[in-house]
Structures are given as structure tokens and as C-alpha cells.
């Protein structure tokens, strides 16, 4: 990718704002299954993100596939805020 | 690619062909959504359902395509995200025709916006080792978002054939037939582990793909935002709801009933059935069995064609433009608390929804959902409480015509009942239920073409199938009427019938061809309710019972085919006495508050 990074922490994606742009840091894979369901759909370390919606669901933009999944899927998306639009 | 390697490959292959046992089975394989069923309409000139959500293809459909002067075999294949990990059962499917020899050949259809995830499979198909090619289509949508694939370089990386299509209309479907002697094993070093696919996949699509800021598409985006949040989308909902009511529950169950009803059959076709049968047939029990109170005509052709067949067309074409919007599953965002209470996730909304279109084929599209568990409840729920659509025909124009009040009864009993059994079922049953991870497909403007052919066949399908039901239905009634079996049944089912529901003895054969179809015994009650035999709290009851019943023959075959004779035996008898008790306990709490409708 040829973005800069800002010096901000890696954080959930449930600690983005709405329409905050983000890349993704690592999946966590505490769940069985879910790293697996979320690769397979394109939710790996380096894709960006964007985050539409917290509620009732959460929404983001991965890449160019449009998600919604329950809040315990998106906290364990571990993503960094792109410098700009944090 | 540069094709002339690939020509003298094509003429070995030709060679080859003549020893061929079989002809070259093709498997079109590809995320879910990206438009597998198109092509293979495009190529074998036969129609699948298409729709606009994941999931519309949850079985294998084999169509044969004349490529060149070869005669080939085209398999469509429910969508697959991967085909190793944690897999969904339509997922094993695919995997199953692509690793068997069932497929020879493998065409990756791919959504070009999404060549990333696309690429993350081509991978995983590289590793079977079978000839493919890879088809990018929608490019049309995927430029109107700013996005362009260097399919040459694409190509060129991968080793095969790169062809650009919008399959929907036809473009790019002769190359793709021209580059079918050209598929190749990509160039793909094994990757180990998920991950490493990922980050190879990441890498190339840096090289191949240049997104711009440039989109084209607001209009979509605007209507795909505005469905998803609660203080949009909510109102949208009940705006679609009422349309639905108004075009299917009102103009289809009430205007163009009453007009075939009424006036097609009640002026035209019925009487001069019988002025023909009065003539003609000489054995007055032959007459009867055409024209008489239980006649195939009067009573079979009448139910089907006249009360049944208006909503149910209504339904099917309102239905396929919410299916090709791709609307629903938006809804599953704001169902996926209230269905975890029940044992599943948001993504359970499709087989719900569809489910008002035909239980039957709801049931098979529980495959998309994640664990046993989640399957088995939703079979479950759908067997107990969703009417579908030849039924919603029934219960909108008896309880339509009588008061909101009364159909706002029979849909909210209907849902507290699958709440509380799913909510049990949650509970009781072992297994667990799988996150909600749901990929929304883009909003777009159904295409005519596409809505009106999907409806016609649906119609043909409903012809099909219930029709020579309700025929043999009606020919059974016949023989139980003839050797006095109905005053039987209504004997014995007095207990439960007149005394338990509070409802007119008539019923209980109703309620027993309900078994058969539901939406037959509830064509019965519309006959009953029109002659005016049946109270309004009486119309509430009978209609919930029926609503409960297992939907027909077929949706009960379709879950012993899906989980087995047991489990089929079980829901029967879990969803019965439901039935019954619930409507007991209706009809005692209507009575106790001196409700009328």
C-alpha cells in the first residue's frame, strides 16, 4: 500500500468513527471459524477499510465488498486509522 | 494471452476429444453474486433463477452449450467464498463437483471490482490442478465506481485467458467461448496457508487493478446507505410492506380474485361446465365428480385458477424486483438480534423471506446458513410459521376482507409462536449458532427482462405443482364424500374442531386436506368464509391453525431429503400439536375478551 500511517495506535474496528478509513492490522482469530469466514471474503492484514454503520449492525466497506456483522466480528478486526481522515 | 501456444494445445485437445467418453464438462465456479447463473444461461440457453443476493444457487444445475463444434456440458455451482476452512454446506457442494471428476474444465466467473477475493480463489482452484480460465464481469459496474482491470497484464501474470464480460448483456460471451480451447493451469506458486494467498493476491491486485475517486454510481450508493440505517431503512420497510399489501393483498387477492372468481368462473366457466356435464354425461356420479359440490372443475380448477393463481403471481413479481434490487438482504441487519434470541444470525432473513415465495425452496436455501443447528431451526421455523405465498393468497383475501385488526391478530400470534419455538428450539437443541457475517449486495434497478422471465417461471412452477394437488385433492375429497367418510372425519375431528377451536364441523375436512397442501385447505375456509359460514374470530382461528400446520407434501418431503426421515418426523410432530394448541388458546382468549373482527 502506499499510504502513511499515522502514529495512532492499532485499535478495534469498533473504535473507528463512521466513514473513518482504516487498514487492517490482523484478524484475530479467537473464534473457530471466523479468521477463515473473514479471509474468505476478503477481510485480510493490508486491505482498507471503511466503516458505514455501528447501528443496529455494523457496516463497512472492505476493499470493495460492503460487510455487515455483529459487533463481536468487527472487535476483532484490528485496524490503523489512515492519517488524514482519523 | 498470445494464443497460438495455446492453438496447438487446442488441437491436441480436439484429438483428445474424439476418445472422450464424455463430453468436456465446464464448471462455472466464482464468489456468490457475481453472475455464474447468467453466463450460464448465456451459454447453455437454459434459465436458472437470478437474483441479486449470495445464495440464489444452492444447488448444481447441468445445461449442455455447443462451443465451436464441440458439444460441452455446463455445470452452475453455488457460490463459494473458499473451498477449504470453515465451508458452508452449498460451499461443499461446489468443492465436490470441482475436486471429483465431475468437471473437467473450470471458468472462474468473478466480480471485476472484486479481482482481489477473486484472486484469492483462483489460487485455491490452481491447487486442483484442472485447465481453467477466468472471466471478469460486471465491468460495467465496476467502471462506473472508478475501477479498471489491466486484464492483459492480469493474464499475462496468471498464464490464462483473461476475458472482460457483462454477461447480463451479452458482452463478452463470444470471446469467452473463443478462449474456452485456451484454458490453461494458471502460474501460481502452491501457496501454504490462507494467508500467504492473501497477501499474493494483494500484491497482484495492486499491479493489475487502478482505482480512481471517480463513481459514477451515487444514485445506488445514496438508496444503499438509506436502506441499512434504522431512521431510513425502517420507514422504507413499511413502505415495501404496504406496497406488498396493496398489490398483492389488495389488486391480487381481492380485485383480480373476484374477477376470475366471480365472473370468470362463477358466470363463465362453471355454468357452462355444467350445462355441458347436464348434457353430455349421462351417469350423474361421473357429472358429479367434474361439476358437483366436490368437482375437479367447480371445486379443484376453481381453488387453483381463480382464488390461488392471482396472488400468487401478484407475489412472485412484486418478490423478484425486491430479490433483483437486492434489498433483502439489507433486512438481515436489522432481524440479526432479534433471530440470535432464536439460535441464528441475520443471514437467516433469506431463507425466511423467501420462504413467503415457496417453503419448499426456502428450506433447500437454509444451506447458506453455518451450522446444523442453525439449519435445523430454520427448517423448523419456516415448516411452522412463514405462509407462503399460495397462502398468504388465502389468509389476505379472507382476513383483507374482513379487518386489519384480524389479519394484525393472525401475523402477530404467528410470530410470537416462532419466536417462542425458537427460542426453545435455541435452547434444547445441541450445536451452536455461527457469527453473523453477511457480504450486501449493491442496489441496483432490476432488469425487466429478467424479473418477467423469473416471474413466468415461477407461475409454471406453481401450475406444476400445485395444481394436479389440488386435482387429486379434490378427487380424494370426492371419494371420501361418496363412501360418507367425510361425516367421519367431521365426527371425529369434532372434539378438537368444534370444540376446541370453536369452529363449524365443515371445517374438519378442511383442515385435513390442509395436510395436503395449505394453501388447498385454506382455499377451503376462503370458500366457506365467502359463502358465509365462518365468523370473523373463526376465520382468525382456522387461517392461525393452518398457518402453523407443515405447508404441504412437498415442503415435507423436501426436509426429510435435506435432513432425514427422523428429523422430518420430529418437526411434524413438534409443529402439530403447535398448531392446534395455539389456535385452542386463540380462540379461548378471544372468547373470554369478547373480541369480534
Known amino acids: ?86 | 494471452m498470445s494464443c497460438h501456444v495455446a492453438h496447438e494445445r487446442a488441437a491436441a485437445g480436439q484429438r483428445l476429444l474424439a476418445l472422450r467418453a464424455h463430453p468436456l464438462r465446464i464448471a462455472l465456479v466464482g464468489q456468490p453474486n457475481v453472475g455464474k447463473s447468467v453466463v450460464f444461461g448465456r451459454l447453455t440457453g437454459r434459465y436458472v433463477t437470478v437474483s441479486n443476493y449470495p445464495g440464489t444457487t444452492v444447488a448444481v444445475t447441468t445445461g449442455r452449450s455447443l462451443v465451436g463444434n464441440e458439444v460441452c456440458d455446463i455445470i452452475d455451482t453455488p457460490g463459494v467464498n473458499a473451498l477449504e476452512g470453515a465451508i458452508s454446506e452449498d460451499e461443499r457442494i461446489t468443492r465436490d463437483v470441482l475436486t471429483s471428476r465431475q468437471s473437467d474444465l473450470v471458468v472462474q466467473v468473478a466480480d471485476a471490482r472484486n479481482v482481489r477475493r477473486a484472486l484469492m480463489l483462483t489460487s485455491q482452484i490452481a491447487a486442483l490442478g484442472k485447465p481453467m480460465l477466468l472471466a471478469l464481469n460486471m465491468v460495467d459496474e465496476a467502471l462506473a465506481r472508478g475501477i479498471v482491470v489491466d486484464a492483459p497484464a492480469l493474464a499475462a501474470e496468471l498464464g490464462i485467458p483473461v476475458i472482460e464480460m457483462v454477461a447480463v448483456e451479452g458482452r463478452g460471451l463470444p470471446e469467452l467461448r473463443a478462449s474456452l480451447a485456451c484454458a490453461a493451469r494458471p502460474r501460481v506458486s502452491a501457496h501454504p496457508n490462507a494467508s500467504d494467498r492473501a497477501a499474493w493476491a494483494h500484491d497482484l491486485t495492486d499491479r493489475v487493478r487502478h482505482v480512481s475517486t471517480l463513481s459514477l454510481a451515487s444514485i445506488q450508493e445514496a438508496l444503499a446507505r438509506a436502506t441499512r440505517r434504522p431512521a431510513t431503512g425502517l420507514p422504507m420497510l413499511a413502505v415495501v410492506l404496504y406496497a406488498l399489501y396493496l398489490f398483492v393483498g389488495v389488486f391480487g387477492a381481492q380485485t383480480l380474485v373476484k374477477l376470475l372468481e366471480d365472473d370468470v368462473f362463477g358466470r363463465g366457466i362453471n355454468p357452462a361446465a355444467v350445462w355441458f356435464a347436464d348434457r353430455f354425461i349421462p351417469i350423474a356420479l361421473v357429472r358429479d365428480f367434474f361439476v358437483g359440490q366436490y368437482g375437479v372443475i367447480t371445486m379443484g380448477i376453481t381453488y387453483s385458477i381463480a382464488i390461488v393463481l392471482p396472488v400468487v403471481a401478484t407475489f412472485f413479481l412484486m418478490f423478484g424486483f425486491l430479490e433483483d434490487s437486492g434489498y433483502i438482504p439489507r433486512l438481515a441487519i436489522f432481524c440479526d438480534r432479534t433471530f440470535r434470541v432464536m439460535g441464528l444470525n441475520g443471514k437467516a432473513v433469506l431463507p425466511m423471506v423467501l420462504g413467503l415465495g415457496c417453503d419448499t425452496m426456502a428450506t433447500m436455501t437454509t444451506r447458506i446458513l453455518g451450522t446444523p443447528k442453525e439449519r435445523l431451526i430454520a427448517i423448523l421455523l419456516l415448516a411452522l410459521g412463514i405462509p407462503c405465498s399460495a397462502q398468504l393468497a388465502t389468509i389476505m383475501g379472507i382476513l383483507g376482507g374482513i379487518s386489519f385488526a384480524a389479519l394484525a391478530t393472525l401475523f402477530g400470534v404467528v410470530l410470537g409462536q416462532m419466536f417462542l419455538v425458537g427460542w426453545l428450539a435455541a435452547r434444547v437443541l445441541k450445536g451452536e449458532r455461527s457469527e453473523f457475517i453477511l457480504e450486501l449486495p449493491p442496489i441496483r434497478w432490476p432488469r425487466l427482462g429478467n424479473l418477467l422471465t423469473k416471474t413466468r417461471l415461477r407461475v409454471w412452477w406453481y401450475l406444476g405443482e400445485a395444481v394436479p394437488l389440488f386435482l387429486v385433492g379434490t378427487a380424494l375429497l370426492f371419494v371420501l364424500d361418496r363412501v360418507g367418510a367425510l361425516v367421519f372425519i367431521a365426527a371425529a375431528g369434532r372434539p378438537i374442531v368444534t370444540g376446541l377451536l370453536g369452529l363449524p364441523p365443515a371445517t374438519a375436512q378442511i383442515l385435513v386436506m390442509g395436510f395436503l397442501r395449505r394453501d388447498y385447505g385454506a382455499a377451503g375456509l376462503f370458500q366457506l368464509a365467502h359463502d358465509g359460514q365462518l365468523t370473523g374470530v373463526q376465520a382468525v382461528v382456522a387461517l392461525t391453525v393452518m398457518t402453523l400446520f407443515v405447508p404441504c407434501v412437498a415442503n415435507f418431503l423436501m426436509m426429510v431429503r435435506e435432513r432425514g426421515l427422523k428429523t422430518g418426523l420430529a418437526i411434524l410432530s413438534v409443529v402439530t400439536p403447535v398448531a392446534i394448541f395455539t389456535g385452542a388458546g386463540l380462540n379461548y382468549v378471544l372468547h373470554a375478551f369478547g373480541i369480534q373482527f
Open chain 1, 1 to 86: 500500500m502506499h499510504l502513511a500511517f499515522s502514529s495512532n495506535g492499532v485499535r478495534p474496528l469498533t473504535a473507528l468513527a463512521e466513514t473513518e478509513k482504516a487498514v487492517i492490522v490482523e484478524v484475530r482469530a479467537d473464534v473457530h471459524g471466523r479468521a477463515d469466514r473473514l479471509l474468505a471474503l476478503g477481510v485480510t492484514p493490508g486491505a482498507g477499510v471503511t466503516l458505514l454503520q455501528r447501528f443496529p449492525g455494523i457496516v463497512f466497506l472492505c476493499d470493495q465488498t460492503e460487510l455487515a456483522v455483529e459487533r463481536d466480528v468487527a472487535a476483532a478486526i484490528l485496524v490503523r486509522p489512515v492519517e488524514g481522515h482519523a
